[in-house]
């Protein structure tokens, strides 16, 4: 299992710094870019896009006023975030593909829909659907090549 995504595998976390394209956009990072895709209102995606940080951009998504449909959409909307940011043929994909069959797993402190988080018993709880898309992400950059 590799998780969390930190140390030689931080390149897995939406909060590395490799910029990537989507929709027309640059974005610094695939949090960014995800958290854009919440506001329903582009001058709010601008505020965000401007973030210095990752963690920042974060923030600034839980603030805007969100677009109707997110809770539809924002699964498709990270699975595009993250085949922009594992482009086949690109040094992301080459990292990504390196982690084998490895089971990827977002540990963190509290998203447990996105990732995991440890509970009383030590045990990793949530649907780790990051993870869950990353290994899909690579099954595909996989079958490409």
């Known amino acids: 299992m590799i998780g969390p995504f930190r140390g ?3 390149f897995l976390s939406n909060y590395y710094a490799e910029a990537l394209d989507l929709y027309g956009r640059r974005y610094p990072t695939a949090e960014h870019a995800y958290q854009c895709q919440k506001a329903r209102d582009a001058k709010e995606a601008l505020w ?3 973030s210095p940080t990752p963690g920042e951009a974060k923030r600034r998504g839980r603030k805007v006023a969100m677009r109707p449909d997110w809770d539809t959409v ?14 086949p043929h690109s040094q992301m994909a080459v990292l990504l593909l390196e982690t084998g069959d490895e089971m990827l797993v977002e540990v963190n402190w509290g998203d447990r829909f996105w ?16 993870g869950r898309l990353l290994m ?10």
């Open 136 to 145: 899909e992400i690579r099954d595909g950059l996989r079958e490409a090549s």
């Open 8 to 10: 030689r595998h931080h």
């Open 74 to 87: 924002r699964f498709q909307i990270m699975r595009e975030v993250l085949k922009a940011k594992f482009a």
């Open 48 to 50: 965000i896009e401007d």
């Open 115 to 130: 990732g995991q988080t440890m509970n009383a018993d030590y045990a990793l709880v949530g649907s780790n659907y990051l």
